[in-house]
């Protein structure tokens, strides 16, 4: 599926109420961590969708700082009682900037809607590839000064 410059090359358009494409420089702005644990059998036609279509469409419509996938380098475990998920560690790892949860859960349901990405999930190798789904929300440690 090939994408036009005009279509890979905007503002974000899914951030809530605050408007499309503000920056969001508050204290208050959060980040959503999303970590995937792809099937092994699947990963290598969902990192060749993802590559080509999910992440350049994210990127363009969401302010996704990146997206990552594994590339095969062994993991670190470690701590006072690691313990790693019988699925296998995260093989897939994207970061999206929101200026607060409340416009986080507005904004991914419109994204989730929208019949651009509706278009690309429908290309998805095998959207029964997920064997864990992970997500976390955070904000900025505050400096002390």
């Known amino acids: 599926m090939e994408r ?6 905007r503002e974000p358009r899914f951030h809530g109420s605050h408007g499309l494409g503000l920056p969001m ?6 980040v959503e961590i999303r970590d995937y ?6 990963f290598p036609a969902y990192r060749e969708w993802a590559d080509n279509l999910a992440a350049p ?3 363009a419509n969401l302010d996704v700082i990146d997206f990552w996938v594994d590339d095969g380098i062994e993991a670190e475990v470690s701590g006072s009682a690691p313990v790693v998920s019988p699925n296998g560690q995260p093989n897939v790892c994207w970061i999206i900037r929101w200026p607060s949860r409340s416009e986080r859960d507005e904004g991914y349901r419109a994204f989730a809607e929208d019949p651009g990405w509706r278009e ?13 789904v992970n997500v976390r929300f955070m904000r900025a440690a505050m400096s002390s000064d």
């Open 4 to 9: 036009s410059a005009a279509t890979m090359d």
């Open 25 to 30: 420089n508050g204290l208050h702005m959060i």
């Open 37 to 42: 644990t792809i099937d092994s059998e699947s």
């Open 57 to 59: 469409w994210l990127r």
């Open 120 to 132: 690309i999930w429908a290309e998805h190798p095998n959207p029964n590839a997920y064997l864990h």
